[in-house]
């Protein structure tokens, strides 16, 4: 059933279509549906009245043309939005029916592609929404990764739309304490950019099951440039999904916060049932010489990027979520299974309708089966030929909190041992595999994984919950400091710890409930919790702070930031002279104090043990008493 010649560059050049017309495009008049199925006899298109897949209440079919370089079109005269509709593809004697790849929208659950006027979803001011950051670079982000449900899903967050794209937009919101939670939460804290886990349209949640039934991250693609069902107030009605999705981006942008999107074009949730590979077989999907889908993304299948099609799909896409919905970043799941061209392709192209994006993704090497010859994959040792693209930077997390393949081993705030090394890599963002710091997105915890504190009570049984905070807090004090993007899970400020119902604690929480999953409100009533959020917003503050802690190529980090000699074992210190500012900063994991001479003059302390901000909490000389388990930053004004 897989066509073998799909790669061939005879297939390319006959059958590459490069117009900006595929899907559906509506005006008051007429909407032109053009789709591309080279392989396809017959083509027809299916007018519905509903988007439910299995109602029986189809308005007409008609035939499709022929047309340039395999694809297919007809111009339908009326108004068509919200009319339904589908493809009837024949080939070799099967009849397949299948959604557009290219929907704009969809009925319940992505069977049935809904014909749409985008213009009548904007929000009010989408012609003047910009996004907050677009003159900033990479390394002003702070990134804070939040799934759309782990947000309100909490009876305590006190927001209304729970589960739903537009509990973001809810402000006032408080726990049953008086303490913010929701948007105004996160805008208090400094972050600078929201990352949301997958909005597109996924399979795994049934969207015809009443709200908060089922759970998951959303990894598994069925509709790349839908909004996601079942976080609309009502999934049944394709416009409603899109109108809340961009009210959410434009309320955010009022509050001063960017929007990145995790897109995940590395594989689809079922690859037989995939829409692009029903209408042309197997186009999108690479397979072994065996005819198996390539399974290196360890969720059946991996997208075949190298493919003139499924390139062009991809840039259109992410084109069109930059554009129509005004995404200012995108973060690539499994990326190194997509091929360089199509990110370099798709940077250039968005940038071009969209100022102020950033990229970066999971370059981790991974085992696929290439459909050409001389592919470059997106993988980190790869990241010279991507500028400006950021790679999840693993070296730092592992360091940091110990690898990811073993929970109970410690890292450099939890007692390993011989870690200098690695930390000055990690905060000089000079890794083997990047010199350059503005591809290399800074973190210890993402969705992936233990959260931070329970990793550090697996790795530390025998530390107390003062030792955990404070193993916590260096953690965060050195990624936020170090050169590169910071990015972490949100509520991993609030001590979050994913706690599983019979004991242990939760790695992979993708499909677990609410209960499991979402940020706990609650936790804010005790002064520890907001003690850690403080810490968290007082790195955020400094960092802003001080453009000598975001600083954008090697030379000037060689030039600027000094690792300090001859302390004792474990400890760590650097000293960063920018422009007009001189810091110095220590991180000492040890369970005891250390002592670490300073350089001549008065020094105001920033960052002590668990407290972080701008304002000097006292003024040293001579020698800093950094208390264990701790970070202290220093600062000063330059000597000109
Ligand atoms: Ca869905």
């Given at each position: 059933m897989i066509a073998k010649n799909y790669s061939t560059q005879t297939f390319e050049k006959k059958y590459t279509y490069t117009g900006s017309d595929l899907g559906a495009v509506w005006t008051k008049e007429y909407t032109t549906f053009r789709v591309w199925a080279p392989?396809?006899?017959?083509?027809?298109?299916?007018?519905?009245?509903?988007?439910?897949?299995?109602?029986?209440?189809?308005?007409?079919?008609?035939?499709?043309?022929?047309?340039?370089?395999?694809?297919?079109?007809?111009?339908?005269?009326?108004d068509l939005n919200g009319v339904y509709y589908t493809f009837l593809v024949e080939r070799d004697g099967i009849t397949k029916e299948a959604c557009d790849p290219y929907a704009r929208t969809t009925g319940v659950n992505g069977r049935r592609a809904m014909v749409i006027d985008l213009e009548s979803t904007n929000p009010a001011g989408w012609d003047?929404?910009?996004?907050?950051?677009?003159?900033?670079?990479?390394?002003d982000a702070v990134v804070y990764e939040l799934h759309i449900r782990d947000l309100?899903?909490?009876?305590?967050?006190?927001?209304?739309?729970r589960g739903k794209f537009l509990g973001l937009t809810e402000t006032g919101t408080k726990n049953p304490y008086g303490q913010a939670?929701?948007?105004?939460?996160?805008?208090?804290?400094?972050?600078?950019?929201?990352?949301?886990?997958?909005?597109?349209?996924?399979?795994?949640?049934?969207?015809?099951?009443?709200?908060?039934?089922?759970?998951?991250?959303?990894?598994?693609?069925?509709?790349?440039?839908?909004?996601?069902g079942s976080y609309s107030t009502d999934p049944f009605n394709g416009a409603v999904r899109v109108r809340e999705l961009k009210q959410t981006v434009k309320t955010l942008h009022d509050n001063g916060l960017a929007v990145v999107m995790d897109v995940v074009y590395n594989h689809v949730y079922d690859a037989g049932r995939f829409c692009f590979n029903r209408i042309v077989p197997g186009y999108f999907s690479r397979v072994d010489r065996y005819g198996r889908y390539s399974n290196g993304s360890g969720c059946g299948n991996d997208t075949a990027s190298e493919r003139s099609m499924v390139r062009k799909y991809i840039v259109d896409?992410?084109?069109?979520?930059?554009?129509?919905?005004?995404?200012?970043?995108?973060?690539?799941?499994?990326?190194?299974?997509?091929?360089?061209?199509?990110?370099?392709e798709a940077m250039d192209a968005v940038r071009k309708v969209r100022p102020g994006v950033i990229f970066y993704g999971e370059g981790w090497t991974l085992q696929t089966e290439l459909t050409k010859p001389n592919v470059d994959l997106m993988v980190q040792a790869n990241s010279a030929l991507v500028p400006g693209f950021g790679f999840f930077n693993d070296s730092a997390r592992d360091t940091l909190k110990g690898t990811v393949f073993d929970d109970e081993?410690?890292?450099?705030?939890?007692?390993?041992?011989?870690?200098?090394?690695?930390?000055?890599?990690?905060?000089?963002?000079?890794?083997?595999?990047?010199?350059?710091?503005?591809?290399?997105?800074?973190?210890?915890?993402?969705?992936?994984?233990?959260?931070?504190?329970?990793?550090?009570?697996?790795?530390?049984?025998?530390?107390?919950?003062?030792?955990?905070?404070?193993?916590?807090?260096?953690?965060?004090?050195?990624?936020?400091?170090?050169?590169?993007?910071?990015l972490f899970q949100a509520g991993e400020e609030l001590l979050r710890s994913k706690p599983l119902p019979d004991g242990g604690y939760d790695e992979n929480s993708y499909r677990s409930p609410d209960s499991v999953n979402s940020i706990k409100w609650g936790t804010l009533r005790k002064k520890e919790y907001r003690r850690v959020r403080d810490f968290y917003r007082g790195l955020i503050a400094f960092r802003k702070a001080h453009p000598v802690l975001r600083l954008t190529d090697a030379k000037q980090i060689l030039e600027s930031l000094t690792p300090v000699e001859g302390l004792k074992p474990n400890v760590t210190a650097f000293r960063l002279r920018g422009q007009d500012e001189d810091l110095f900063m220590i991180f000492n994991p040890n369970r005891e104090e250390t002592l670490v001479a300073l350089p001549q003059g008065d020094w105001n302390v920033c960052v002590r043990e668990t407290t972080a901000g701008t304002e000097p909490l006292a003024t040293v000389r001579g020698r800093a008493e950094v208390p264990a388990i701790s970070a202290m930053v220093l600062e000063r004004k330059a000597e000109k």
């Open positions: 392989t396809a006899v017959s083509v027809k298109l299916r007018l519905y009245e509903s988007g439910t897949h299995g109602t029986q209440d189809l308005l007409e079919q008609l035939d499709m043309t022929p047309d340039i370089k395999g694809t297919w079109i007809l111009r339908k005269p009326g003047l929404d910009r996004n907050p950051h677009q003159n900033r670079g990479i390394v309100s899903a909490d009876p305590d967050s006190g927001i209304r739309n939670t929701g948007l105004d939460y996160i805008r208090d804290l400094g972050v600078t950019h929201v990352q949301l886990l997958p909005v597109y349209d996924y399979g795994s949640v049934d969207e015809t099951l009443p709200e908060g039934t089922q759970y998951n991250w959303g990894y598994d693609p069925v509709n790349y440039n839908v909004p996601e896409s992410l084109c069109y979520w930059a554009q129509e919905y005004h995404m200012d970043g995108f973060r690539f799941d499994l990326v190194g299974l997509l091929d360089v061209q199509t990110i370099r081993a410690p890292g450099y705030v939890s007692g390993a041992l011989d870690q200098e090394p690695w930390v000055r890599e990690c905060v000089m963002g000079l890794n083997s595999w990047c010199k350059d710091p503005t591809q290399s997105v800074n973190y210890v915890s993402c969705h992936d994984n233990m959260t931070l504190y329970d990793r550090l009570l697996l790795s530390a049984p025998y530390a107390d919950d003062q030792e955990l905070i404070h193993m916590n807090c260096l953690a965060a004090a050195i990624y936020m400091l170090s050169q590169g993007m910071p």
